[in-house]
C-alpha cells in the first residue's frame, strides 16, 4: 500500500508528546509521503527538524499562509523568497485568501498570493491554495495568472460543483480530507461527479479529523476514514483510490 497525505502540519505542538507514535501509526496503515504545508517563517525551524528525522517521508512546502499576513508582511515574504531561493521545496503553499475571521488585510492577502504565485511558477513549482470564505477573490486572482505554468492543489475543497469544476480549470487537484465525511459536508453529494484523477487525498492533521473523530485531534493514520468513503462513493477498492490519489500527487508534485 502507497498512501500519500498532501497536506499535513505535522510540526504542529499538538504532536510534540507522540510524534513518534503518531508516525508510526500512519507508516502501519499505509502512509508514507507526507506533504508539509508551510505557514510563517516562526515555524520553518520545526519543518527543518521534522524534515531531517524523516528525510524519506517528508517533503516541505514552503509559502505564507494568508492568516499570517498582518502589518509584517513584507517581511514574512522576504523570509519565504529567502528559504525558496537557498533550498529546493516540493510546492509553494499554504498560500491564498481567508477572510473567514478578518477582512482587515483583504488586499496585502491578495498581493501575497499573487507574488508567490509567481515566484511558484518562476520556480517550476505547484501551489497549495488556502481558502476560506474567499472563492470569488481567490479565482479572482487566479483568473489573472491562469497559464501553462499554473497549477496545483486546492487544499482542503468544500465548495459548490461549480466551484470544483472551476477550481479545476485553472489546472489544480481538489484535496479531500475530513470534510467529506461530515454529515453536513455537502462535498461528498457531488464528488462522484468528478473525476477521480483531478482528487489528492489530505488529512490537514491536527485539524479536521473524519468521522468518527470529528473535533478530536486529526493525524495522518486517518486518512484511511477518507479513503473509505471515497470508495463508497466512486465505487472503487480501497486500494485503488490510494494508488490513483498518490499518482495523482505524483503528477502534481514530481515525485
Partial sequence: MNITDTHTHLYSSQFDEDRAEMMQRAFDAGINRFFIPAIDSTYTDSMLQLEKNYPENVFLMMGLHPTSVKENVEEELAHV?????????????????????????????????????????????????????AFDEIFEVLETEKDDKLFGIFHCFTGTIEQAHRAISFNMKLGIGGVVTFKNGKIDKFL?????????????????APTPYRGKRNESSYITQVIDKLVDIYGLTFEEIANITTQNSKDVFGI
Fill in 192 to 208: 462522484n461527479e468528478i473525476p477521480i484523477e483531478n482528487i489528492v487525498l489530505e488529512t490537514d492533521s491536527p485539524y479536521l
Fill in 81 to 133: 523568497k529567502e528559504m525558496i531561493d537557498s533550498r529546493d521545496f516540493y510546492a509553494i503553499g499554504e498560500i491564498g485568501i481567508d477572510l473567514y475571521w478578518d477582512r482587515t488585510f483583504l488586499k496585502q492577502q491578495q498581493d501575497a498570493f499573487r507574488t508567490q504565485i509567481r515566484w511558484a511558477k518562476e520556480k517550476n513549482l505547484p501551489i497549495i491554495i488556502h481558502c476560506r470564505d
